[in-house]
């Protein structure tokens, strides 16, 4: 098939026509139960019928106005959002790109108001992914997305996931922060030893660096807390989050303290798009339903069931999955197989994975998933790795 979309995706050949819950239906009327959630995206599902009302709703009053006027939506969720987590401002934008842009901004103007404008150097680790645009590609340092696109951008320093000893060592006179993925996602869903945020706080606290945690795929409930850092009982500095707080519209935001931010004065920074009236209902109407009681601790809950599960088969298959790791909603599964050829036995068997970074795929469910379906998903997913088993049986068998 010729395609007019620019051929930088290795595209399934496969499309959905309808999404419910957490299945989605090609035009066939074929059902797949979609573990990937269109990566991290669909916290609540598809067509969850408050965010199908909300934005329904919206549409018919205002999408867009900019933001030279007040958007009480967007006010509404800003306030609910700093109410809930540790920061103070909030600014909208349309992606997680480009909330890291601006938390990334912040940080290197907090020095520069401070009186040390050459103290714009970011630590960062490997296997990170931080986004696509110019300095986030530099931020992450795969150096496959950062060859052929001039000039890397200045001031990354990248050390070791979860080596406090090299992210110490690497700390000058012109650092200014440290950025890291409390769980690092499409690295591989790899989970830092316990104490790494906590000594990464005392290390910035020690230096006068800010913390900022790039929670795009692991804030707003994908962890079983609302934002990953409180697993370690830390509080960051500014946070960039997006993927799950649209529920599938586009929208992402940084948070910051007043004091991290408070470079950020009249007409340093700014957005076309970001945080419309439309988006940001959108994001009102998720929260509505994540902060409800008991909501995020049933994520939590849902996380043991299905980790539990995933350990107990993988046992069966150690030829296959060699590691079930992650927290809450948000697990990955470490393959002896190449991750793209078990997602797709996997889509044979209608259930939908995401490969990742370190022979990994993920498991990142809308957080609405039922416990039946997470029944129904460990069923598809260890007959997704009979497909290796009998492969490999039958390689033993032909070279004896
Ligand atoms: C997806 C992701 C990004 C980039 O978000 P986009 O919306 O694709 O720009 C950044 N950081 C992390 C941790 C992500 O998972």
């Known amino acids: 098939m010729t395609s007019s979309l620019l051929p930088t995706y290795a595209r399934y050949p496969l499309a959905f026509a309808r999404g419910e819950g957490v299945w989605l239906t090609t035009a066939e009327g074929e059902r797949y139960l979609d573990l990937g959630g269109g990566i991290a995206v669909a916290s609540l599902g598809y067509s969850h019928p408050h965010l199908v ?20 939506q967007a006010e509404r969720l800003a306030q609910r959002l700093t109410a809930a987590s540790f920061a103070d ?15 990334i901004k912040t940080a290197r103007k907090y020095h520069a108001v401070s009186g040390h404008p050459e103290r714009f150097h970011i630590i960062t680790f ?11 590609i530099a931020a992450g340092g795969n150096e496959k997305y950062i060859e052929g696109f001039g000039p890397k951008a200045a001031g990354f320093d990248k050390v070791p996931f979860g080596d ?3 992210a110490r060592a690497a700390i000058g ?12 996602g499409e690295g591989g869903i790899r989970v830092p030893p316990r104490a790494f945020l906590r000594d990464l706080r005392a290390l910035c606290d020690e230096h006068g660096l800010l913390l900022i945690l790039d929670e795009v795929q692991s804030g707003v409930g994908r962890t079983g807390k609302l ?6 009982g830390i509080e960051p500095d500014i946070i960039a989050i997006a993927k799950g707080i649209g529920g599938g519209f586009p929208l992402g935001a940084f948070l910051t303290t007043f004091e991290a931010g408070k470079g950020m004065t009249l007409g340093t920074h700014g957005t076309t798009f970001g945080g419309n009236p439309l988006a940001t209902a959108v994001g009102n109407a998720v929260l509505d339903v994540v902060l409800a009681p008991g909501f995020i601790e049933g994520v939590g809950a849902k996380g043991l069931l299905l980790k539990n599960g995933l350990a107990e088969f993988a046992t069966n298959y150690p030829d296959v999955i060699t590691e079930v790791r992650g927290e809450g909603l948000m697990l990955g599964l470490k393959l002896a197989v190449p991750p793209g050829d078990f997602a797709a036995a996997g889509r044979q068997e209608h259930v939908l994975v995401i490969p990742a970074g370190d022979n990994v795929v993920r498991l990142v469910p809308p957080l609405i998933i039922s416990d039946d379906e997470i029944a129904e998903a460990l069923g598809r997913l260890a007959a997704t790795c009979a497909h290796f088993s009998v492969a490999a049986g039958a390689r033993r068998g032909a070279a004896e």
């Open 126 to 136: 490997e296997g990170a992914f931080h986004g696509r645009t110019l300095a986030t």
């Open 164 to 166: 406090i000893a090299a």
């Open 227 to 232: 934002f990953a850092y409180e697993l370690s």
């Open 53 to 72: 009302g909300a934005l329904t709703e919206q549409a018919q009053h205002l999408w867009h106005t900019s933001n030279l006027f007040q958007i009480p």
């Open 173 to 184: 006179p012109q650092t200014a922060a440290i950025l890291v993925e409390p769980i690092q």
């Open 89 to 103: 401002y909030v600014f909208f934008t349309n992606s997680g790109a480009e909330a890291l842009e601006g938390a």
